[in-house]
């Protein structure tokens, strides 16, 4: 190959990324904001929220974690932060110098990298705040906000759809075997069932960071609680919960008999609400097994990425609706 092996294969794809480089990139931010959400929970259920007592350093003034049980596990969460630095910064790097220019991709990519610092300040607070529970619910939100944009930046990078240079606007092919609905009012109540799912989707996630809050997983034995009833804050979860069935299942009707391009998502997150109920209702009538509260906050981000997808989607089809409407130039 020669001439320093091509400049090392051409700095490794990065010199001029394809969209599927891109893409891939985007795929592995995802991933691993959804594995952060996952060992995050590990640190929590299994009292090792204090493993490291403070931040950035891991006691004693020491940069390394003492050894025990807990503080090896807090730290090893902690150093799975740098990889997911490093995803960030190569994704960021990727969508800045793809060509032609996606201004929107670039914007995504350049939140979800910047959220990571953010989470590492706000992870240093819950330690010295003592893990207190409102900080923690705060520090989740905010990992559900970097997985939705993540989410749409997958959505955005994926293979098949072109981006006009400079214009930063995606063209947003249809599915061959799925007819736009002919009736602009249906894409719009497509469009706003897709949001209001979106809206009780993070509603319920929020009540849930409650239930969690005034439950027994604090994190640590000595922390405290937010002082909520937890049967009281389980019931207002539950009715969420209900609520984002109900609307789910509209939005999973209104799909089908509209043949709306959003039709397999719907089917995909409302089989996903089902499981995550099931998971849900069991880990509370088992007294909260740490395996199946693991497996439930999994699913609030499998949940927070399918519906950001629904409201991709509708709103991809009523764009395209509306310039299939559209006369043509000079009509």
Known sequence: MSSSQAGTARWFGFRTPTLRFLYAWAIADLAANVLLVVTGGAVRLTGSGLGCPTWPQCGDGKYTPPMSYHGVIEFGNRMLTWVLVAIA???????????????VARRLA??????????????????????NPWVVAFHFLV???????????????????????????AQTGVDDDVELPRDSVIARLGVALAWTVYTVTWITVYLGTAVTGSGPHSGD?????????????TQLHADAVWALVGTSFALILLAI???LRMRRAALWFGGAIVLQGVIGYVQYATSLPILLVLLHMLGSALLMMGATVLVLEASAARRTRDLADSPAPGA
């Open 89 to 103: 910064i190569a994704t960021w790097v990727a969508a800045m110098r793809y060509r032609p220019v996606d201004r």
């Open 221 to 233: 034995e000595n922390s405290h609680r937010n002082g909520l009833d937890p049967a009281w804050a």
């Open 257 to 259: 008999i509209a043949r």
């Open 143 to 169: 990992t559900m906000a970097i997985i939705s944009a993540a989410t749409w930046l997958v959505y955005r990078t994926r293979p098949g759809r072109s981006v006009e240079a400079g214009s930063g606007q």
């Open 110 to 131: 350049t939140a979800v990298a910047l959220g990571i610092p953010a989470q590492a300040v706000i992870g240093g607070i819950t330690v010295l705040t003592q893990l």
